[in-house]
T-cell receptor, first 114, second 114 residues
Framework: GAGVSQSPSNKVTEKGKDVELRCDPI?????LYWYRQRLGQGLEFLIY????????KSGLPSDRFSAERTGESVSTLTIQRTQQEDSAVYLC????????????FGPGTRLTVL | KQEVTQIPAALSVPEGENLVLNCSFT??????LQWFRQDPGKGLTSLLL?????REQTSGRLNASLDKSSGRSTLYIAASQPGDSATYLC?????????????FGKGITLSVRP
């Protein structure tokens, strides 16, 4: 079956602009996660969704970052007034909320802020 | 706060060699541990997942072990091949409910020389 998909695969934007990143999880996966991977850094957790609620937003680095999810489907991560330090690969993962909780990752969106 | 360490950061071996990649974590209260592979410019591919109650998992030439009490995991790769060249990441999830947000190590970049 289809895996996790993300769009766009690459995004180049100017400092100060807003960007929206999209994630389509595996069908039937109720849990969805966003992570960020900056150059030379490990992956950092950003936010966790269970269904369309976000009980853990503890990883969002500032109030310029927000995310929403429609039902148990698509999620969008929005970054307002982008800064150069936001440049990173943004990865989305999904999992079944019960059982092993194995996470399956999408290919990521590479964001470059000029 | 959970911290995951992978040492060394890079490793180069000749083809055919058996090798062990190490991962350590500071908080033994984990739900599971996952090993991932990341190819340049790509997302993460899940290799093996070990539940906290398990001691090892095997898939083909890969074997992952877990010693939760000492905070260690190893990924054993048998008869390495040039196609195994990639970055290998280990990640742990906390022992709290359905939120399985992962804490990642920075990865080990493996190069297998023909």
């Amino acid at each position: 079956g289809a895996g996790v998909s993300q769009s766009p695969s690459n995004k180049v934007t100017e400092k100060g602009k807003d960007v929206e990143l999209r994630c389509d999880p595996i069908s039937g996966h109720t849990a969805l996660y966003w992570y960020r991977q900056r150059l030379g850094q490990g992956l950092e957790f950003l936010i966790y969704f269970q269904g369309n609620s976000a009980p853990d937003k503890s990883g969002l680095p500032s109030d310029r970052f927000s995310a929403e999810r429609t039902g148990e489907s698509v999620s969008t991560l929005t970054i307002q007034r982008t800064q150069q330090e936001d440049s990173a690969v943004y990865l989305c993962a999904s999992s079944l909320a019960s059982g092993s909780h194995e996470q399956f990752f999408g290919p990521g969106t590479r964001l470059t802020v000029l | 706060k959970q911290e995951v360490t992978q040492i060394p950061a890079a490793l180069s071996v000749p083809e055919g060699e058996n090798l062990v990649l190490n991962c350590s974590f500071t908080d033994s209260a984990i739900y599971n541990l996952q090993w991932f592979r990341q190819d340049p410019g790509k997302g993460l591919t899940s290799l093996l997942l070990i539940q906290s109650s398990q001691r090892e998992q095997t898939s083909g030439r890969l074997n992952a072990s877990l010693d939760k009490s000492s905070g260690r995991s190893t990924l054993y790769i048998a008869a390495s091949q040039p196609g195994d060249s990639a970055t290998y990441l280990c990640a742990v999830s906390p022992y709290t409910g359905a939120n399985s947000k992962l804490t990642f190590g920075k990865g080990i970049t493996l190069s297998v020389r023909p």
